[in-house]
């Protein structure tokens, strides 16, 4: 998977100008997508993009789902794309009887590209669950969704979905486990002294330690204000135990500290979120 056409480092209108410049010349390309399958009255049909097919799905209770299916060897990405790529853009503005739509994002995967960056998504499809809420819950809603997203295998393509989907009265749907699926996969928020400690080493890094270091390998994301950018890497706690090392790779030049740092921790006993004010060592 190459992603080179947008790589951490640059300042927001350069990564803006190659993204559209790539995905220009991508969307000449022909390339197959995933088998399309038929619709239920919880969800649309399929709606077919390279490397992929997205649809909305009902799983009631105020809860939906937009689903990304994606072909063998494909990813799309999270809210925080990593090095490469660019997050879903989801656009419910056109919806009937819907006040607001939460989105959802499940823990990510650190993905290695060919080109040696490092994309945060998914490679295995993904659904993002939706809280619905209605203007008048005594009517029927009515989703109606444009989505933007990217997709990635040999080369990136964007991706577009128009669906629209009735919501269902209180029925019990076919897709409620899978939307619960998602929801136990997105990161718990938690206060930051129950996430972990995080000491300055210098001007320009930090160590944080999980507070708990039981159950599966883990792995720290970390999102920070518009032009910062800092890299994560494993580290070892004096006296033992798994740590982060995080390292400030570009920031703007009027930069002022502490700076908001949202940090999502994956493995463990479940992902979990916080959000920390760094700041340098003094």
């Not at 239920?40 to 809860?63: C, E, M, N, V, Y």
């Not at 994309?119 to 209605?134: E, H, S, T």
């Amino acid at each position: 998977m190459s992603a080179a056409w947008l790589v951490k480092g640059l300042s927001a209108a350069e990564r803006a100008l190659r993204t559209a410049g790539a995905l220009a010349v991508a969307m000449s390309l022909v390339l197959p997508t995933v088998p399309a399958l038929a619709a239920d009255s919880f969800s649309t049909d399929w709606a077919p993009a390279a490397k992929s097919q997205a649809r909305l799905i009902a799983g009631g209770g105020g809860l939906a789902g937009f689903e990304i299916a994606l072909a063998p060897g494909a990813i799309t990405y999270w809210r925080d794309p990593g090095d490469a790529g660019l997050p879903p853009t989801l656009d419910f503005s056109l919806s009937d009887n819907v006040a607001s739509v939460e989105t959802e994002f499940p823990a990510p995967k650190r993905i290695k590209e060919a080109d040696g960056g490092e994309a945060f998504g998914y490679d295995r499809g993904v659904v993002f669950p939706l809280r619905v809420k209605p203007r008048d819950p005594t009517e029927p809603a009515t989703l109606k969704l444009n989505a933007d997203f990217a997709v990635c295998e040999k080369v990136c393509l964007p991706a577009k979905a128009h669906l629209e989907l009735k919501l269902p009265s209180a029925q019990a749907s076919p897709h409620a486990s899978a939307i619960d699926a998602a929801l136990a996969a997105v990161p718990r928020a938690v206060p930051s002294k129950d996430f972990g400690a995080l000491e300055a080493l210098g001007a320009d890094s930090w160590r944080l330690c999980p507070a708990h270091a039981d159950g599966p390998p883990r792995d720290l994301f970390v999102e920070a204000p518009e032009g910062w950018w800092l890299k994560t890497t494993p580290a070892q706690a004096e006296g033992g135990g798994d740590c982060f090392t995080l390292t400030i790779g570009d920031k703007p030049k009027d930069a002022a500290f502490p700076v908001a740092l949202r940090l999502t921790l994956t493995g463990g006993p479940g992902p979990i979120e916080t959000t920390i004010q760094a700041a340098p060592k003094t």
